[in-house]
């Protein structure tokens, strides 16, 4: 029965931190984006021009690497930046791959933070230490699977994967583009205390420009 009640108890204050923390999620920024096209299984989105605070993240786990860099995002947003300014939370948290460039041939990390529209021009320089960088993006085609649950080591090759093969099998076969020097990221919307419904997404970027529905300029000669 003690167990029980422990059990029920945490439920409780998980369920009112995680109802506290989607009340902040809505209040929150995110890129903003067009949908171009969409499919059963994915979609691809035109994002606009953005600015994101980045930390590089030296780790052979997916899970450590992002728990590590967001830590000294959060810092940045919680003042720890020249300015002392403190910045609102955005949304999603961003984990871009780049695989064989860690140690022993293992994936490199960098945790990304989008900046709010206030301070995309000219972001507080964070503190040395911190070992962050800016990252201004240009607009940009992105395809996008969703999944649900928690991110995992486990999972995110498996839901990168079958990303690829629903590409593969469509008009953007092909078509991805190397520009960003990642070979995918993982975006992650929901609080850490949020057990069910999490929403979760793997992002690749497509050739291709909004004006030409993201087709690269040989499907878009078709």
Known sequence: MGRARILILFLTIS???TERAECKKKESESPQYTVVHSESDFEVRFYRESAWMTAPADDISFEKATKKGFHRLFQYTEGANLNFSRLPITYPILTSIVPDAGPLHSSAYFVKLYLPTEFEADPPLPLPELN???DWWRSRCIAVREFSGFARDSNIVKEAEKLALSLSRSEWANSTSAESGYAYSIA????????????NEVWVDV?????NGC????LAAY
């Open 15 to 17: 369920t009112v931190i």
């Open 207 to 211: 050739g291709g420009s909004e004006s």
């Open 188 to 199: 992650q919307y929901s609080s850490h205390f949020k057990i069910f419904s999490r929403v």
């Open 215 to 218: 087709r690269s300029s040989l």
């Open 132 to 134: 962050l960088q800016p």
